[in-house]
């Protein structure tokens, strides 16, 4: 098998958590005798071959976070240029998020679910994994750590059965949280988290409360 993968992130790849949750994926499908090649649309000037790579081959991985349920805006603009194939090609996806529930991500699992179809290919199915946010602030040993449970995913998925085995499904952890570990996190969010980014707001200049209602004092709303 050789693999197609597509990181799908409009961040820089130096700081992409995506970047760093490929590179364990593409270990373990090496681990298991797949070749494959990489490549990121936030490098515009690499879209042509990106393009020509999608073309050429018929096992295709986008891996790509979710922003608040949102598919990222490049990605998009990206996708459009390309044409339309037959099913002889299958189309994988690697969804990744900062929000740790499953159930965070699965508005944009159904999107990515009718993507393949809108192409002409095949649908390979969706690796879905929270818990995201913070890899790309960890030291390279505690990043490792944290992306190494992909290495086993990548050692599945060059079995040739994509992403449907209940390996893969079990893989995002809990849909939900527990109503305790809930309270927990959303007192953590009011109070502690808060605090964090409107310090980090103001370091960058911004003198708004990150929490003002624009369009309530707009002059110019009708």
């Known amino acids: 098998m050789h693999v197609v993968i597509i990181n799908g992130s409009p961040r820089a790849q130096k700081y992409s958590n995506t970047e760093k949750i490929i590179a364990s994926f593409a270990k373990g499908l090496s681990e298991r005798g797949a070749s494959f090649e990489t490549y990121a649309v936030s490098n515009r000037e690499s879209w042509e071959r990106i ?3 999608y073309i050429k081959n018929e096992e295709i ?9 949102c598919v990222p805006g490049l990605l998009l603009e990206f996708l459009e ?3 339309k194939k037959d ?3 299958r189309l994988s996806f690697l969804l990744q998020s900062g929000f740790a529930e499953g ?5 944009g699992e159904d999107f990515l679910r009718k993507l393949p179809g809108y192409l002409g ?8 994994k929270g818990g995201n946010f913070g890899i790309r602030f960890l030291d390279e040993e505690k990043q490792k750590q944290a992306t190494k449970p992909y290495q086993a995913m990548g050692g599945l998925f060059a079995e040739g059965d994509g992403f449907f085995r209940d390996e893969a499904k079990k893989f ?3 849909e939900y949280f527990p109503l305790p570990m809930r309270l927990l996190m959303q007192f953590i969010f009011q109070t502690f988290a808060k605090k964090t980014f409107r310090k980090a707001a103001a370091s960058w200049g911004c003198n708004t409360p990150l929490d ?3 369009w309530e004092t707009n002059p110019y709303r009708e």
């Open 51 to 53: 393009r020509d790579a």
């Open 61 to 69: 991985l986008i891996a790509l976070p979710l922003y608040v349920e």
């Open 81 to 83: 240029t390309l044409p």
């Open 87 to 89: 099913e002889c090609t």
């Open 103 to 107: 159930c965070q991500l699965r508005c």
């Open 121 to 128: 290919v095949r649908y390979g199915g969706c690796l879905v």
């Open 172 to 174: 995002t952890g809990p």
């Open 212 to 214: 003002e209602k624009v």
